[in-house]
């Protein structure tokens, strides 16, 4: 399941459906507007003012007609996204919001589906995997307890459009790692790239025993 189909989650998509996933859930609310094409390349000017996730199913049947995708033109909240992650083997969460990340960790966690989260700003990103199929492993809210105060999203500060399309592929490398059960995942590490300087950095991180949300507290 695709949460998400701006900047990350366009070449995701892409990539996945010509791997031959074969099948892939799609939930977004959002529609295509020009300011997005920059960096969400799976859409283009035919498909300005339609549901992105519309736009984003015709362009990878395009490319795979074999494909089964299901989607849900709506913003994943609590209430509505539980139907969309049935039968789901790994979520992808391709947000630009802390609050939407949330959900995610909490969606892995109540249906035990891995979820590799990446995230993008300006020149700089990150990824990480979530997997409770395993209890000793560590969830998102270990990473991060608390939203932050100050929220800023790409649209607000920008993000080169290069950079969120690294995230987005190397999140689809991650993901086909997961489905085809490949070892040393980003289980319990988080990677981030500077694109400035080109450096990659990544360091580990454990599972929280007082975590509010899978810890005993």
Same mark, same amino acid.
């Given at each position: 399941?695709? $949460?998400?189909?701006?900047?990350?989650?366009?070449?995701?998509?892409?990539?996945?459906?010509?791997?031959?996933?074969?099948?892939?859930?799609?939930? /977004?609310?959002?529609?295509?507007?020009?300011?997005? #094409? *920059?960096? +969400?390349?799976? *859409? @283009? +000017?035919? @498909? !300005?003012? &339609?549901?992105?996730?519309?736009?984003?199913?015709?362009?990878?049947?395009?490319?795979?007609?074999? $494909? &089964?995708?299901?989607?849900?033109?709506?913003?994943?909240?609590? &209430?509505?996204?539980?139907?969309?992650?049935?039968?789901?083997?790994?979520?992808?969460?391709?947000? /630009?919001?802390?609050?939407?990340?949330?959900?995610?960790?909490?969606?892995? #966690?109540? *249906?035990?589906?891995?979820?590799? @989260?990446?995230?993008?700003?300006?020149?700089?990103?990150?990824?990480?995997? $979530?997997?409770?199929?395993?209890?000793?492993?560590?969830?998102?809210?270990?990473?991060?307890?608390?939203?932050?105060? %100050?929220?800023?999203?790409?649209? =607000?500060?920008?993000?080169?459009?290069? %950079?969120?399309?690294?995230?987005?592929?190397? +999140?689809?490398? =991650?993901?086909?790692?997961? !489905?085809?059960?490949?070892? /040393?995942?980003? %289980?319990?590490?988080?990677?981030?790239?500077?694109?400035?300087?080109? =450096?990659?950095?990544?360091?580990?991180?454990?599972? /929280?025993?007082?975590? &509010?949300?899978?810890?005993?507290?």
């Amino acid at each position: 399941m695709v $949460i998400g189909l701006g900047g990350l989650g366009s070449p995701l998509s892409l990539y996945l459906g010509a791997a031959g996933v074969g099948r892939l859930t799609l939930v /977004d609310g959002d529609i295509v507007d020009e300011t997005n #094409l *920059h960096r +969400q390349v799976i *859409h @283009s +000017q035919k @498909s !300005l003012n &339609q549901l992105k996730v519309e736009s984003a199913r015709e362009r990878i049947l395009g490319i795979n007609p074999w $494909i &089964q995708i299901d989607v849900f033109g709506m913003y994943a909240d609590d &209430q509505n996204v539980d139907d969309a992650v049935s039968g789901a083997q790994c979520i992808a969460d391709c947000t /630009d919001r802390f609050a939407t990340r949330f959900l995610a960790n909490n969606l892995a #966690l109540k *249906h035990r589906v891995p979820t590799v @989260s990446a995230a993008a700003l300006g020149v700089e990103g990150q990824l990480t995997t $979530i997997d409770p199929r395993d209890t000793e492993n560590p969830c998102y809210a270990c990473l991060i307890p608390d939203v932050p105060e %100050v929220e800023p999203t790409c649209a =607000e500060t920008g993000v080169l459009g290069p %950079v969120v399309g690294t995230l987005g592929t190397l +999140q689809a490398v =991650e993901v086909l790692g997961v !489905l085809l059960g490949w070892p /040393d995942r980003l %289980v319990g590490r988080l990677t981030r790239l500077n694109a400035k300087t080109m =450096e990659w950095k990544s360091f580990r991180y454990r599972k /929280d025993p007082d975590c &509010q949300v899978c810890g005993s507290a």
